[in-house]
């Protein structure tokens, strides 16, 4: 079974442009999270989503947005970018939502903001 | 919130080692992972163990929920098991993982 893919996996942005990544889950997986991981801050809780639904946002701008497809695949938009947003974007997948249900990551797609 | 604290924060040892690993959290958890990440920064799915004992090969990992605390043992260490090793939980009240700071091990051959 393949494993969670991420694209694109290396990206280079000038402040103020917006970006978007993408997450494929685990075939069968409808949960999809996401994180952001600074070397400063660690791996932080961006947003997961359900069937299509937002089901929980941890405390970042709304500058940082998301959606999921009907396929489960989902994408995250970060729009007017700082240098702050520089990280590794790691997305995870899991059968469904809320605690207890073990995560699956992706490789992470590393955003350079210039 | 929940609180997740592992040690130590960094480990340098020589190829064939032992090493243990700790993670203490701070409040009832119905969800713990230990993940390794490798130099690329891919996160590796190692246990899925809110309680208990499990064994993968060289590691091994055991979690006391009533006393809150997860062990993660390596054994006969190999350079390729160099990386930063995560601790996440759930807790009761938070439908996201908590992540501890990590373990940054680095074997020496």
Redesign the interface.
């Known amino acids: 079974k393949a494993g969670v893919t991420q694209t694109p996996r290396y990206l280079i942005k000038t402040r103020g442009q917006q970006v978007t990544l993408s997450c494929s889950p685990i075939s069968g997986h409808r949960s999809v999270?996401w994180?952001q991981?600074t070397p400063g801050q660690?791996?932080q809780?961006l947003f997961?989503y359900f069937s299509e639904t937002q089901?929980?946002k941890?405390n970042f701008p709304g500058r940082f947005s998301g959606r999921q497809f009907s396929n489960s695949r989902s994408e995250m938009n970060v729009s007017t970018l700082e240098l702050g947003d520089s990280a590794?974007y790691?997305c995870?997948s899991s059968l469904n939502?809320?605690?207890?249900?073990?995560?699956?990551?992706g490789?992470?797609t590393?955003l350079t903001v210039l | 919130g929940i609180q997740v604290e592992q040690s130590p924060p960094d480990l340098i040892l020589q190829e064939g080692a032992n090493s243990t690993l700790r993670c203490n959290f701070s409040d009832s958890v119905?969800?713990l992972?230990w993940?390794h990440q490798n130099p690329?920064?891919?996160?590796?799915?190692l246990f899925?163990i809110?309680s208990g004992t499990k064994q993968n090969g060289r590691l091994s990992a055991t979690t006391v929920a009533t006393e809150r605390y997860s062990l993660l043992y390596i054994s006969s260490s190999q350079t390729t098991d160099s990386g930063v090793y995560?601790c996440?939980v759930?807790?009761?009240s938070?439908?996201?993982?908590i992540?501890g700071?990590?373990t940054k091990l680095i074997i020496k051959p």
Do not use: C, K, T, V
């Open positions: 999270s994180y991981q660690g791996l809780f997961e089901r929980n941890g590794l790691l995870a939502w809320g605690f207890g249900n073990e995560q699956f990551f490789p992470g590393r | 119905n969800n992972q993940f690329w920064g891919q996160l590796i799915n899925y809110p995560f996440a759930y807790g009761d938070n439908y996201q993982l992540w700071a990590g």
